[in-house]
């Protein structure tokens, strides 16, 4: 199983960032795919999730501003993400787990890409 972030980067505030998540090794499609967060010193946040069904979920903090999207022929997931805060300066992290109630339960994880706002 490898799943592997890329689209991180330093972005003024205002600014936009696309992440991506390559993934193999599992039935991509059968599976809730999300987005984490870890900011220093603060717990690791689920951001947004993708569930098989098509249910998508996201975090209050980012609702109207993050997208997730995913691509079941490609094996991919997708974190558009517009009008970035300084607070949004985390490590991301792609997972793949299963969804329960409004996130999804991560089993598989993403080594993470960094994203810096700055203001």
Do not use: H
């Amino acid at each position: 199983v490898q799943l592997v972030e890329s689209g991180g980067g330093s972005v003024q505030a205002g600014g936009s960032l696309t992440l991506s998540c390559a993934t193999s090794g599992f039935s991509f499609s059968s599976y809730c795919m999300g987005w984490f967060r870890q900011a220093p010193g603060k717990e690791r946040e689920g951001v947004a999730a993708s569930a098989s069904d098509g249910r998508l979920s996201y975090v209050d903090s980012v609702k109207g501003r993050f997208t997730i999207s995913r691509d079941n022929a490609k094996n991919a997931l997708y974190l558009q993400m517009n009008s970035l805060k300084p607070e949004d300066t985390a490590m991301y992290y792609c997972a793949a787990g299963f969804f329960l109630v409004d996130k999804c339960v991560p089993g598989y994880w993403g080594q993470g890409t960094q994203v810096t706002v700055s203001s």
